[in-house]
């Protein structure tokens, strides 16, 4: 009786072999079949909609290539001649910026430009998209700034876009310091959190964080300018502004 349930268990394991291969190669075919008729509806749609496609390839590679030609042919050119007109004003600018005397003058010759040069609101609409017209807006505003036409200044200034550390968030502040001077304390307020707010290093974040603070403080917000002083303690203690910072601290915190 052993030897034959031996023998019978060799013989159901053939058996199930068998079958386990009938239907592995079965389930196998099926697959294939599968495939084949989903690649044949594949290729029949391809067939059948290849003018499509082929439209939609060119309009992709047609934009491709004008795209390069716009950069080699227009835009490179472009950058170059505003790049090279923006050297003028920038003359007058810096001298306005380290002179004593006809500042004003000459903040005016930079803005407007002089002997058949274009000045620096000329650059900012002839050369707009480009990196030196954007740059135009930036010292526009910083001129306009200075000469104390505040409405101007905010103007070009809002124009003006730029991810670097310093100079970005310069412009912001520069904006915010246009409202003080217009007395609109509230609009200052946003433009120095921005300023604040737009890149975290030791210079300018510190710098536009005080000027908040200190026009929250004149707004009776003294909550948030006490924060905003404590931020600068915390987080930039070597710089100029953390100087008494905690006169500045108590100031807001018994102000409440």
């Not at 030196?132 to 001129?143: E, F, R, T």
């Not at 550390?165 to 307020?189: R, S, T, Y």
């Not at 006490?226 to 807001?252: H, L, R």
């Amino acid at each position: 009786m052993a030897t034959y349930k031996k023998k019978g268990n060799k013989i159901k394991n053939k058996a199930g072999d068998t079958i386990s291969k009938i239907e592995r190669d079965s389930t196998t075919a099926e697959v294939f079949n599968t495939l084949d008729e989903t690649a044949s509806r594949s290729e029949k749609w391809v067939i059948k909609n290849q003018q499509n496609i082929f439209i939609v390839l060119a309009v992709i590679v047609a934009a491709i290539l004008a795209f390069m030609a716009y950069n080699k042919f227009l835009s490179g050119p472009k950058e170059v001649a505003a790049a090279n007109e923006l050297a003028f004003p920038k003359k007058y600018f810096e001298q306005a910026s380290t002179s004593a005397v006809a500042v004003d003058s000459l903040y005016t010759l930079g803005l407007e430009g002089a002997d058949g040069k274009y000045g620096f609101i000329d650059i900012a609409s002839e050369f707009s998209g480009t990196d030196a017209g954007n740059l135009a807006n930036y010292y526009a505003g910083i001129s306009y700034l200075k000469m104390k036409k505040y409405p101007e200044a905010i103007e070009f200034l809002e124009k003006f876009s730029s991810d670097d550390q310093v100079l970005g968030p310069v412009a912001k502040g520069a904006i915010g310091d246009a409202f003080a001077d217009l007395n609109q304390p509230e609009d200052a307020l946003e433009y120095y959190e921005k300023a604040a707010n737009q890149r975290d290093n030791s210079f300018t974040t510190p710098l536009f964080l005080f000027k908040a603070a200190n026009t929250a403080l004149d707004l009776g917000k003294f909550g948030k300018a006490q924060t905003m002083f404590e931020q600068i303690k915390k987080s930039y203690p070597k710089s100029e502004e953390a100087n008494n910072i905690d006169m500045y601290i108590n100031k807001a915190k018994y102000a409440k």
